[in-house]
């Protein structure tokens, strides 16, 4: 009984009391719809402010946390109705966890894992909107009530036709590609205010931000992606991919394999031992050095949404969603692994020649701005690359979690980083730093100890 338990599909995901029954039944997708959901958003949020002012006033009991528990909710109910890029962002915010008050980061960690999904009779409509028929008369079985929804699309459990395969198939939300661009013409003079910054500075990295979230919307490109860098990586042990149906699948809808597994919070609650989190964090180390360093294209959105562990076979990951994936020039390849090589924290010209190539450094900065810097990176570089330095590194170790934490407030204590607020260094590393983020974070939950060289 329990060996074919394991090969059920996994239950939807409860993202907090109530919101595994809640259905949407439309998205606001013209910019006007959009402006309005945020500013109703906006003025709620006020009112909790003057809320809590208020109480606090004649002494009433009102916490900062029950402050920010309010608005998170707020926020996070807006972003899961909006979906597309604002909900996309909510979940990079959330493998910052210490960019965050606590309730905002708990509420936004959601979006890794399930929002409201769309009502069934706007799934029925996409799929007669893109192949004139119901999903009923496509496969065997359809399940209409989404197993998984989040930012671009949500996930329907489905068996084809002849040989009844279990399938997943990917819906995506009306309307998200043309919200993409609005909602960055909507959201960034007031970040350009709030933050200071002149909109040709940024220019470059918010293009790079909006043209990768464009490509998530592409289902042909992440069909292509996704068969192409599953087929390089077969060699790789403990790893799964999904194999695509293209016959099943249209501009909105993508159908795919469905994988067993769990998402990583599920799995840690089963208590797996030492050995398999090692052979899975192996396994995800082994996955991203073979793409930066042989494909040079990274799946480069790995939040522990996008993966499925098992304990079989001493631990296997199922690989999910190739919608973004990051194309790496061959010359910002070349600085990466420069910039994480043993050699060039040994030798300070090196390194200034380096950050000088990549942008970090310019000709116009003062001397004591490019010292300042260069030791500021010398430090990132030392406690973030020391896995590439050692030939076995243990990710569990607890004072090598609290070092990465600390080292983002101990560079706060410089003033003048304070007060920095110019982007520096090439937009193309926008994403590659957000892979390797999401990476480390997967394998400090896991607590692997793998082999790095």
């Not at 929804?149 to 309307?175: N, T």
């Not at 070349?334 to 300070?348: G, I, M, Q, V």
């Not at 070092?403 to 607020?421: I, N, T």
Request: proline share 6%.
């Amino acid at each position: 009984m329990a060996e074919s338990m394991d090969n059920l599909p996994p239950t939807p995901l409860v993202a907090g009391e109530g919101t595994a029954s809640r259905q949407l039944d439309s998205l606001p997708t013209t910019k006007v719809a959009r402006a309005a959901r945020f500013a109703k958003s906006g003025l709620k949020v006020g009112a909790n402010y003057v809320k809590h002012y208020a109480r606090r006033s004649v002494g009433a009991a009102s916490t900062e946390a029950d402050l920010h528990a309010a608005n998170a909710a707020e926020l996070y109910g807006t972003l899961s109705e909006m979906k597309g890029s604002v909900l996309k962002v909510a979940q990079m915010l959330a493998l910052e966890k210490k960019l965050l008050p606590p309730a905002y980061a708990d509420q936004f960690a959601q979006a890794q894992y399930q929002t409201p999904p769309l009502s069934g009779p706007l799934i029925l409509k996409t799929f007669r909107d893109a192949f004139g028929q119901s999903p009923s008369t496509l496969f065997a079985e359809f399940d209409v009530n989404a197993r998984q929804a989040a930012s671009i699309g949500q996930v329907h459990y489905a068996l084809s036709k002849a040989e009844k395969r279990p399938l997943a198939v990917k819906v995506q939300y009306p309307g998200v590609a043309d919200s993409i661009r609005s909602d960055i013409r909507l959201v960034k003079p007031i970040a350009l205010r709030v933050l200071g910054l002149d909109e040709a500075q940024v220019r470059p990295y918010l293009e790079e931000v909006e043209m990768r979230l464009l490509e998530e919307t592409d289902y042909a490109l992440e069909l292509r992606r996704g068969t192409e860098i599953a087929a390089s990586c077969t060699h790789l042990p403990h790893l799964e991919f999904a194999h695509y149906y293209p016959e099943l699948s249209a501009a909105r809808i993508l159908t795919m394999d469905w994988l067993p597994g769990q998402h990583l919070k599920e799995f840690l609650a089963t208590n797996p031992g030492p050995e398999v989190r090692n052979q899975l964090g192996q396994a995800l180390w082994d996955f991203y050095m073979f793409q930066l360093n042989m494909l040079r294209r990274v799946h480069a959105d790995p939040h522990p949404g996008n993966f499925l562990l098992r304990a079989e076979n001493g631990g296997t990951v199922g690989v999910l969603d190739f919608g973004c994936v990051k194309e790496i020039p061959a010359d910002v390849q070349r600085l990466f692994n420069a910039l994480l090589a043993p050699e060039t924290l040994a030798d300070e010209a090196r390194l200034t020649a380096l950050l000088d190539e990549t942008g970090i450094l310019r000709p116009t900065d003062s001397a004591d701005r490019r010292a300042l810097y260069a030791r500021t990176l010398r430090a990132s570089l030392e406690l973030v690359g020391r896995p590439f330095r050692q030939v076995t590194f243990d990710f569990g170790d607890p004072a090598y979690m609290a070092s990465l934490y600390a080292l983002g407030d101990d560079l706060m204590q410089e003033p003048e980083l304070r007060q920095q607020r110019e982007p520096r260094g090439s937009e193309h590393f926008i994403y590659l730093n957000r892979t390797y983020v999401g990476l480390y974070a997967l394998l400090m939950e896991l607590g692997a100890h793998i082999r790095t060289q």
